[in-house]
Nanobody
Framework: QVQVVESGGGLVQAGNSLRLSCTAS????????MGWFRQAPGKERERVTC????????YYADSVKGRFTISRNNAENTLYLQMNSLKPEDTAMYYC??????????????????WGQGTQVTVSS
């Protein structure tokens, strides 16, 4: 049974940083592209960032480029999202997503995928 669990969300002031983590079990972690979506109340779900299953390519939404960094540690089956210079508009539920043997682009994911339950990030002004 595949389990995807996010952690690290919380309440921070604008300009500060947070690091989200995502762990996955029940699958071969190395074979999955991984990334993050987010959704704020009343807004459409947004593709935030992704790292391919090989780690060789990444994708970032324009809204987070230069502020967010995605990384993965395959030995620990963990994905990280370092979020710096947070803004109130970054407030959302953040979801970790895994997709099998996938590459990252503005249309990711393109293969079978799994989602976590989400972790809330709230940025106060």
């Amino acid at each position: 049974q595949v389990q995807v669990v996010e952690s690290g969300g919380g309440l921070v002031q604008a300009g500060n940083s947070l690091r989200l983590s995502c762990t996955a079990s029940g699958l071969t972690f190395d074979n999955y592209a991984m990334g993050w979506f987010r959704q704020a109340p009343g807004k459409e779900r947004e593709r935030v960032t992704c790292i391919s299953w090989t780690g060789s390519n990444t994708y970032y939404a324009d809204s987070v480029k230069g502020r967010f960094t995605i990384s993965r540690n395959n030995a620990e089956n963990t994905l990280y999202l370092q979020m710096n210079s947070l803004k109130p508009e970054d407030t959302a539920m953040y979801y970790c997503v895994l997709s099998l043997f996938d590459v990252c682009s503005s249309s990711w994911p393109s293969s079978r995928n799994y989602w976590g339950q989400g972790t809330q990030v709230t940025v106060s002004s």
